[in-house]
């Protein structure tokens, strides 16, 4: 019986709800998941309808499926389909080896809540959540055009795991859309447990450390890019979705930019960019100054940072990977430790990596600034991805800094930029629009131009182009 071979598959797991009922005559069985299912969704509208039927063919199927109440009955056939539709929560009602799906899945995602990570001062505060639709539909109820197109998949060989793929269809280039299919379609592994497991398969080759992927909690962000011409990838069961391609510049910006004047946006994406340098070369510069190119600092300033440095007994390299290490250590801890500690952690580091440091004569005070002005630095941007990539250039600027003095930050500063300009993102330049030089676009990247003059699609990822508004 199907019955008792949908039981085998499931290893006649505790949590599988087998139900035979008799039913004018007709011996008919329902299958669901228990902690899938909703209970109560079967009990008041699937059970007590079936109760009441009367059945005038030998063959009930196509009865029982346009008597029970559900916008998305399907009638299954194999043994496959059965168990798929069983984990995704829906009901199954079997008849002579043929089997009806119904949607009874149980609510097991938490309400739409508050943006947590992404937090702007300025607009929007729902965030996206665990649920699919829930995610879908916070994006639908800011573009309400049928130009929006969601393509659909399953990926992992046990998980399973829905996909979406959004874009525009009137604005994207579609030669990007089948590009990102074929990539995850291309995925063969178990189990896809969140979108953060996406970027390993969708993320260029040539790229080591910059992010070339987008991951927000902000549904009003996702709407944005795709009326940029990007393409949004929803993950069932994760509440962050993933934009690409994205460039350099997006890393400046913000949502709260586009609020405010454009004098003010300006300077604040300015300060971001001086952030992005400060937390890759300050570092390096002190080191070079104080090891090999002493000549250049004014006399009072050399002489102020040797009667500081007089007591240290190591190198200048080692003072500060201890201390940049040490930071890393200190902002991990701070991360993972439970509410309950509160500042604990963050005061017994301090303590320990300050005051302590100087007194024992292992750190000068003037590295310790210069460490916690990087880090700062590097704190300014949001994207977990961004700041590892500026810790390891800030690294390895030290590095070439102890050895070869201002020389190497130079060789350093042209292997940076090198990278920058070889990276791409969906095989779109990650420099884009500086390399290659759009002008039209340059009015929305550092600095920002009047927002009636902005256009907001970029000619390499769609093929509609705005035209500039003119005055």
């Known amino acids: 019986m199907l019955s008792e071979e949908i039981k085998n598959a499931f290893g006649n797991a505790t949590d599988l709800i087998v139900r035979p009922f008799i039913i004018d005559n007709r011996e008919i069985t329902l299958v ?204 069932d069961n994760s509440p962050n979705v993933l934009i690409t391609p994205t460039f350099f510049v997006d890393y400046l910006h913000t949502p709260d930019d586009y609020y405010g004047k454009a004098i003010n946006t300006s300077f604040v994406r300015i300060v971001r960019f001086i952030a992005f340098l400060t937390a890759i070369f300050i570092p390096a510069l002190y080191i070079a100054l104080t090891t090999h190119n002493q000549d250049i600092l004014p006399l009072p300033i050399f002489l102020n940072f040797a009667s500081q440095r007089e007591s240290v007994p190591f190198s200048a390299l080692i003072e500060a990977l201890f201390m940049s290490i040490s930071f890393e250590i200190l902002r991990e801890s701070d991360i993972r430790k439970p509410a309950a500690l509160g500042s604990s952690v963050s005061i017994l580091g301090g303590l320990i990596l300050g005051d302590a440091a100087v007194n024992a004569g292992i750190i000068s005070p003037i590295m310790i600034i210069v460490i916690s002005i990087s880090a700062i630095s590097g704190l300014a941007f949001s994207s977990m991805e961004m700041i590892g990539a500026l810790r390891w250039w800030r690294f390895i600027m030290m590095i070439l800094a102890m050895f070869y003095g201002l020389f190497g930050i130079f060789v350093g500063f042209i292997i940076l930029l090198a990278s920058l300009v070889t990276t791409s993102s969906l095989h779109v330049p990650y420099l884009a629009p500086f390399s290659p030089f759009i002008k039209n676009e340059i009015k929305d990247t550092l600095i920002k131009g009047e927002s009636k003059k902005i256009r907001k699609r970029n000619p390499l990822l769609t093929k509609n182009i705005i035209r500039e508004v003119k005055k």
């Not at 309808?49 to 399907?74: A, R, V």
């Not at 001062?121 to 049928?146: H, P």
Request: proline fraction near 1%.
């Open 32 to 235: 669901m998941s228990e902690v899938m299912g909703s209970s109560s969704y079967v009990n008041d509208f699937i059970l007590k309808k079936l109760l009441d039927l009367k059945f005038t063919k030998e063959d009930i199927i196509d009865e029982l499926l346009n008597n029970i109440p559900t916008n998305n009955g399907k009638i299954l056939t194999t043994l496959e389909e059965i168990t798929d539709y069983i984990c995704m929560g829906f009901a199954l009602i079997l008849y002579d080896n043929k089997a009806i799906a119904i949607e009874a899945r149980s609510t097991l995602d938490r309400g739409i809540g508050e943006v947590s990570n992404e937090s702007t001062i300025m607009g929007s505060k729902d965030a996206f959540n665990e649920n699919f639709n829930t995610n879908v539909g916070l994006i639908r109820r800011r573009l309400r055009t049928n130009e929006l197109y969601v393509d659909g998949l399953f990926v992992g060989k046990s998980s399973k795991t829905k996909i979406g793929i959004l874009y525009m269809h009137n604005i994207a280039t579609l030669k990007n859309v089948n590009d990102i299919k074929e990539r995850l379609k291309n995925i063969n592994v178990d189990g896809i447990i969140d979108s953060g497991y996406l970027k390993t398969y969708l993320d260029t080759k040539t790229n080591l450390l910059f992010p070339t992927i987008t991951s927000t909690e902000r549904p009003d962000l996702a709407s944005q890019a795709l009326l940029e011409g990007k393409i949004v990838i929803v993950t």
